[in-house]
């Protein structure tokens, strides 16, 4: 069996915007569609939450003035709320977004679902990136 298959379910394994697995994003906070730590995504996840992003305080104040509050606690669905330094799997189209508005946080490539070049592109990923490609 190719090891680009998940043995358990014979589907092809997540890859990164530069050809690789996909790595985990965080584990703390709990991040990903899924909560398995990863920018993985699938038929549900509608927002595709691929881009594995670390917060900085422009960013979430950016995300906050547009209507989705990163910042503040919700205990009842079990978030912290994110603060700078943290890492988590942003819609692509928000990354997209703050890219725009010259806000977008650093990405950590490994750990960028290669869906997440349906919104943006590899290069404007690259430029914000923490690893090295």
Request: net charge negative; with cysteine; aromatic share 6%.
């Amino acid at each position: 069996m190719d090891d680009v298959f998940d043995r358990r379910e014979e589907r092809p394994r997540p890859r990164n915007v530069i050809g690789g697995p996909l790595m985990p994003c965080s584990v703390a906070p709990l991040t990903g569609f899924f909560r398995d730590g990863c920018c993985n995504t699938g038929p549900g996840d509608v927002g595709l939450h691929v881009v594995c992003a670390e917060m900085t305080e422009e960013f979430l104040a950016f995300s906050r003035s547009v209507g989705n509050d990163l910042s503040t606690p919700l205990p009842a669905y079990g978030f912290a709320g994110l603060k700078p330094g943290d890492r988590w799997c942003l819609c692509a189209a928000r990354w997209e977004e703050a890219r725009r508005a010259g806000v977008a946080p650093l990405v950590l490539l490994e750990a960028t679902h290669e869906a997440a070049l349906q919104v943006t592109t590899r290069e404007h990923l690259m430029a914000h990136a923490i690893d090295a490609a």
